[in-house]
């Protein structure tokens, strides 16, 4: 950690120092997964905060870190990823996201766990055990289904919730040494779930390394992460955070798990998050299970959208500018003809497209959230207030730009009354759109 921040302290305080696209601006910046240097961008973002590190009303009058977002793309194993600017510990250790603050979030859970208690035929005597298991929305089903059920979650505010919740909850970070700890204190899993945690882990080789070591030999691993894919195509480029270190295709998922004895036999497109993929491995010593159609068919899909060639990753910095003059085009004309757009969510990605755009307060007077966490507070860089959902009857704006647009058509029902009084919705990405 004192190393990563010196480095980059040293750097940006260099009058000289200027986020060309084309050259390396750190000389140690290696891949997380085959340390070959990383000479490619894929999107140059500029600077922007940690998009959970909301504000109260005294921060605002003090100094915000502000933190490149530039990715790269690995020419060697084509991992797309960020730089550990800061470390995951300072990050995760109190965060402000709770999973079950989103109904749409939870039916998925559910569904999730009717499914895998079906296909796995998993039952009293089964052992779950869930990485990043946030405020136990998902093991909560496992719980009420009888199956012994064990989450790890680093985050000790979340894991308090979870374990008011019923759900047997250990506070630690998943690495190689804590899965050596547990699996030498006898547990192994025959379900280990990974839900959106992949992304957020600076070393990868030691967490996948940590999965096979906690894995049962006929047991399963199911891990769901945002598909580069989808995020490419619609240029999702709000779903890049300093919280999401890596970004995957199927392609490089197979890669990374392969080099650890774990075979992707299955695998599911969702459209959580935007869009992701769900995939199913097993060890690769164990030969019950066959590879199904659907992993040839993912691997053909990204070898067709040229997923496998690094030239393909360039263009698509381009797009994202686009993104963001045709949302300040919108937010311009709408302040000129003296309409009030206010905003709903205050989710990680809403901050990245906020700051990477220079929206503020005068293109988009407020934001509104669910979770009391947020609300009264101010979002990060921008410093746009956070309100409580009410906010928006009472002050009845002309536009809603919905942040957390993966969730827009559960948001457009809840929301529903803004038409009484001619309130439209806006959805920034894949491009922006106006719902009257
Ligand atoms: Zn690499």
Redesign the pocket.
């Known amino acids: 950690m004192a190393d990563t921040t010196n480095r980059f302290v040293t750097e940006t305080t260099s009058p000289a120092v200027s986020w060309t696209p084309a050259s390396p601006v750190l000389p140690l910046n290696t891949?997380r997964?085959?340390a070959?240097s990383l000479l490619h961008t894929f999107v140059d973002l500029g600077m922007s905060p940690l998009c959970e590190s909301y504000l109260n009303l005294q921060q605002l009058n003090q100094m915000e870190p502000f933190y490149p977002l530039h990715v790269f793309v690995?020419e060697?194993?084509l991992?797309v990823q960020l730089q550990e600017f800061v470390s995951a510990e300072s990050i995760f250790s109190e965060y402000a996201y709770f999973s079950s603050y989103s109904e749409s979030w939870l039916a998925h859970a559910k569904a999730y766990t009717e499914k895998m208690i079906e296909r796995f035929v998993l039952g009293s005597g089964s052992q779950v055990v869930e990485i990043a298991s946030n405020d136990g929305y998902l093991l909560q089903y496992f719980v009420a289904a009888g199956i012994p059920a064990l989450g790890i979650e680093p985050a000790a505010n979340v894991a308090a919730a979870a374990v008011k919740r019923g759900v047997p909850t250990v506070v630690r970070f998943f690495n190689r040494e804590s899965a050596t700890e547990l699996a030498a204190q006898g547990l192994k899993a025959d379900l280990l779930i990974g839900n959106n945690v992949l992304a957020q882990v600076p070393d990868l080789n030691g967490f996948v390394a940590g999965m096979k070591l906690l894995l049962k030999p006929g047991g399963v691993i199911t891990m769901e992460f945002p598909h580069l894919l989808r995020l490419m195509e619609e240029g999702q480029f709000d779903t890049i955070y300093h919280e999401h270190f890596s970004y995957f295709s199927f392609l490089v998922a197979e890669k990374l798990f392969s080099a650890h004895g774990l075979t992707l036999f299955d695998a599911e497109e969702l459209s959580t998050h935007g869009g992701s993929l769900r995939i199913y491995a097993c060890h690769t010593e164990d030969r019950s299970k066959r590879v199904t159609a659907e992993v040839v068919s993912l691997r053909e899909q990204e070898e067709v959208a040229g997923l496998s060639r690094l030239e393909n990753y360039s263009s698509f910095g381009e797009r994202v500018k686009e993104t963001k003059c045709a949302l300040l085009e919108f937010l311009i004309q709408a302040r000129r003809a003296g309409k009030q757009v206010a905003g709903y969510g205050a989710p990680g990605k809403g901050n990245t497209l906020l700051n990477y755009c220079g929206i503020r307060a005068e293109l988009l007077v407020y934001t509104v959230d669910r979770n009391p966490y947020k609300q009264s507070k101010f979002l990060p860089g921008s410093h746009i207030p956070i309100f409580p959902p009410e906010q928006i009857r009472q002050t009845k704006p002309d536009y809603v730009l919905i942040l957390p647009w993966n969730l827009k058509d559960e948001v457009m029902q809840q929301l529903a009354y803004i038409r009484e009084w001619g309130g439209q919705f806006v959805v920034p990405i894949p491009r922006v759109k106006a719902y009257a």
């Open positions: 891949c997964f085959c070959t690995c060697k194993c991992l």
